[in-house]
């Protein structure tokens, strides 16, 4: 009997934290869908800040530009050399030691903390380098941020095609190239794609990197490199902690978040697509 | 046909040759990076000696000559991360034994994507919702003139790491193999007395692995302590006090350091720390999977 009462315990627990969990997520999107649903409009999409302090009024169009390109000196700068490590990994290393060595650098690389990343992209791209606060050296650090993500998702996709065609390949002497190329990157490729828009959502919302080498306050965000720019992460913060409005930041906040939410739904929609592309 | 040969060949070996170079520099871009800390902050370790900086608790870089203890933001981080595990293995356990032996499918198939996306939530936002909702929580009703505290930071870092701890621990118990778990019902044994004495201690490497991952998040993690630690230089004494962790330093005085100062390198030191700690984790991690 006290068994029993002790098993039905447990049971209890652990549908309780099983549901916490999505209590978590419902009670953030809840929160900031009440507070932030009313701020976001067209005109806060598409408007500079306004008002004094600025930013109590107007949108946050600068922000969104400032992102984006950020993002997307990124991805640029960390797919290819992502995806050809990635590849290493898969198809041309031998399990050696030098493998183990990437492996490994590549898992410390993850954990490396986003501010040491923007610690050494201060040092080397902002101040060695002449950059100065810039779009350049914020897009290149979120990009050293994001490296080994890509590398982690494009090595597991690569890894998951399925081991016969490998062998079917091998078996007719086809080269490594040309199964690479024509068999196994277009089973892969869904999965390769999700991992890069994963990585540019990671990128479009860290803060401390690009806090240190490109974010201001306010800026045009005209898409020069080396110019400063908004970014809305930083945006979100500076209009918390500055007080300037806590409207306009639930706004910002939820734009961010719902932005995760359509690069998660579409990362969902290309697994679902795997295996059929080729 | 012997030239195509020779030719594809050659392909073969030049892409090979690409893809080693590369990968070759992402093992130099992470030696940079540790390169760079270690060279920014060579003068300060020097200068004033390194139980100086790791033990010192007064940091007043602009004083002539400057104090650079970073002691007290050492054990903010600690206490920080190490609060934020302590609150989130119970929860990320009894999370990942749910997932993996008592969720039916169509539930697991809901959280999994949940977690994602809670691993997805930029940690600005979860700094600003902690800050916009706990602080004011914790001002109202315990009557403080200040919510922020060492706590808070950790409860919202609970929050942040539980994905972590989730998946990997329910992985390392779908690890487990089956045999056990046959002969454990073959036994007549419930699900739970299964899982809570066969299952966990068999996982207990996998488990110990996640929960030292989440300590790696919870140290490095920068905007959520930063809002919410309270950034006073002061020694923090308890959970309850504020403190101002390494991250949260280096970011707050990053920017208006004077390039090639005392206080820049000192924040390099701060850095490099950070770094040493994380890279120590990652090779415990490594040789737990191995050893």
């Known amino acids: ?278 | 046909m012997l030239e195509l040969q020779t030719q594809r060949q050659l392909v073969n070996l030049l892409v090979k040759l690409i893809c080693l170079t590369v990968s070759a520099c992402t093992t130099l871009l992470l030696l940079a990076i540790a390169a760079f800390m270690v060279a920014e902050s060579l003068p300060v370790w020097s200068a004033l000696g390194p139980l100086k900086i790791i033990a010192g608790t007064d940091w007043s870089p602009l004083a002539a000559p400057p104090r650079l203890g970073i002691g007290t933001m050492i054990l903010s981080t600690l206490w920080v991360a190490l609060g934020a595990v302590l609150l989130s293995a119970p929860l990320g356990f009894a999370g990942a034994i749910f997932l993996a032996e008592f969720a039916p499918p169509w539930l697991a198939g809901i959280i999994r994507p949940v977690l994602n996306i809670l691993t997805g939530i930029p940690s600005v936002v979860y700094g600003f919702v902690g800050a916009a909702v706990l602080i004011k929580f914790f001002e109202v009703s315990f009557n403080m003139a200040s919510g922020e505290s060492l706590f808070c930071a950790s409860l919202i870092l609970t929050v942040m790491v539980l994905p972590y701890i989730v998946t990997n621990s329910e992985s390392a118990l779908r690890s487990v193999p089956r045999e056990y778990r046959q002969a454990a019902l073959a036994l007549g044994v419930s699900k739970q007395y299964l899982t809570l004495r066969v299952l966990l201690p068999l996982a207990k490497k996998g488990l110990t692995g996640a929960l030292v991952l989440a300590f790696g998040r919870a140290a490095g993690e920068t905007m959520a302590v930063l809002m919410l630690a309270g950034n006073t230089m002061l020694l923090p004494t308890s959970w309850f006090s504020k403190g101002e962790p390494l991250s949260a330093l280096i970011a707050l005085e990053l920017g208006t350091s004077v390039v090639g100062s005392a206080h820049y390198q000192a924040l390099f030191a701060a850095g490099l720390v950070l770094l040493i700690l994380v890279i120590c984790i990652n090779l415990f991690l490594t040789l737990l999977k191995r050893g």
């Open chain 1, 1 to 278: 009997m006290l068994r029993r009462c002790l098993d039905l315990l447990w049971l209890v627990l652990f549908w309780t934290a099983g549901l916490f969990i999505l209590f978590v997520l419902a009670g953030i999107m809840g929160y900031l869908v009440l507070r932030g649903g009313p701020v976001l409009s067209w005109e806060f999409l598409t408007t500079a800040p306004r008002g004094l302090p600025l930013g109590a009024e107007g949108g946050v169009f600068p922000a969104i530009k400032g992102t984006f390109y950020l993002v997307l000196i990124a991805v640029f700068s960390a797919v290819l050399p992502g995806i050809i490590t990635a590849v290493y990994l898969v198809e041309y290393a031998a399990p050696s030691r030098f493998r183990d060595i990437i492996n490994l650098t590549v898992q410390c690389m993850a954990g490396i903390p986003s501010i040491v990343t923007g610690l050494f992209a201060y040092a080397l791209f902002v101040v060695r380098m002449g950059f100065g606060i810039s779009l350049l050296a914020g897009g290149l650090a979120l990009g050293i941020m994001i490296f080994p993500v890509i590398v982690v998702t494009s090595r597991d996709a690569l890894l998951a095609v399925n081991e016969q065609y490998r062998l079917v390949g091998a078996s007719l002497g086809v080269s490594r190239w040309y199964m690479l190329v024509r068999v196994i990157f277009p089973q892969g490729l869904p999965a390769v794609i999700s991992g890069v828009l994963l990585a540019a959502g990671y990128a479009a919302g860290a803060t401390a990197p690009v806090m240190v080498t490109a974010a201001v306050i306010s800026a045009g965000s005209s898409g020069s490199l080396f110019e400063p720019v908004m970014a809305l992460p930083y945006h979100l913060y500076i209009l918390f902690s500055q007080q300037i409005s806590i409207e306009r930041a639930y706004g910002t906040a939820l734009l961010l978040v719902l932005l995760l939410l359509i690069l998660n739904a579409v990362t969902l929609w290309l697994r679902s697509l795997k295996g059929k592309g080729a």
